[in-house]
């Protein structure tokens, strides 16, 4: 299975400040054949679903506001806020969908400070 | 609108079964691959199994093998979780997902359901 792991597990950032999570896969989720690395951010807020934020590791799925942006390739990717609002206060994962065994990461608590 | 409602958790012990529904409006259901997700209480979030539009192909996440079986009725634009003997560490929220075409992304989530195993 590809391992996911985040850092920080926790994060406090103060209003207006850019909030940067990491996300690290064991092995490379990108797949040469399109050059698309199969990796995905979502955000979950206290008693809700999770919700889609970016896949191919930098695509913003439509109406996600874009001080959310993704970058990154192969194994090492970074979920960045530019300038974080009071609504952005959840957890976030990442998840690679390159192997049909779908991992996520053991999430990051985003705190405002 | 794309709506999914889970229903079918409770109390159950271990030992026990219980069967999750999924019902989809608002998409061509059997247009797409679907997912189950958990999230146990206070924990991550744990991908559990995928099945394709036919349900020809099925997926698990290896500490459910051989007790859980994903299933689904594209004339009822359903999908389910059956779940046999269950565990204290099955204890989560279950959550029906949409796998997006192309990409395997999950872009729509049900509110989830809540399973507790205990005696």
């Known amino acids: 299975d590809i391992v996911m792991t985040q850092s920080p597990d926790s994060l406090a950032v103060s209003l207006g400040e850019r909030a940067t999570i990491n996300c690290k896969s064991s092995q490379s989720v990108l797949y040469s054949s399109n050059n698309k690395n199969y990796l995905a951010w979502y955000q979950q807020k206290p008693g809700q679903p999770p919700k889609l934020l970016i896949y191919?590791?930098?695509t913003r799925e439509s109406g996600v506001p874009d001080r959310f942006s993704g970058s990154g390739s192969g194994t090492d990717f970074t979920l960045t806020i530019s300038s974080l609002q009071a609504e952005d206060v959840a957890v976030y994962y990442c998840q690679q969908y390159y192997s049909t065994q779908v991992t996520f990461g053991q999430g990051t608590r985003l705190e405002i400070k | 609108e794309v709506q999914l409602v889970e229903s079918g958790g409770g109390l159950v012990q271990p030992g026990g079964s219980l069967r999750l529904s999924c019902a989809a409006s608002g998409f061509t259901f059997s247009s797409y691959w679907m997912s189950w997700v958990r999230q146990a209480p206070g924990k991550g979030l744990e991908w559990v199994a995928n099945?394709?539009?036919?349900?020809?192909?099925?997926y698990y996440v290896d500490s459910v093998k051989g007790r859980f079986t994903i299933s689904r009725d594209n004339a009822k634009n359903s999908l389910y979780l059956q779940m046999n003997s269950l565990r204290a560490e099955d204890t989560a929220v279950y959550y029906c997902?949409?796998?997006?075409?192309?990409?395997?992304?999950?872009?729509?989530w049900g509110q989830g359901t809540l399973v507790t195993v205990s005696s």
């Open positions: 099945i394709k539009q036919d349900g020809s192909e099925k």
């Open positions: 997902a949409r796998v997006r075409a192309v990409a395997g992304t999950l872009d729509y």
């Open positions: 191919w590791a930098s």
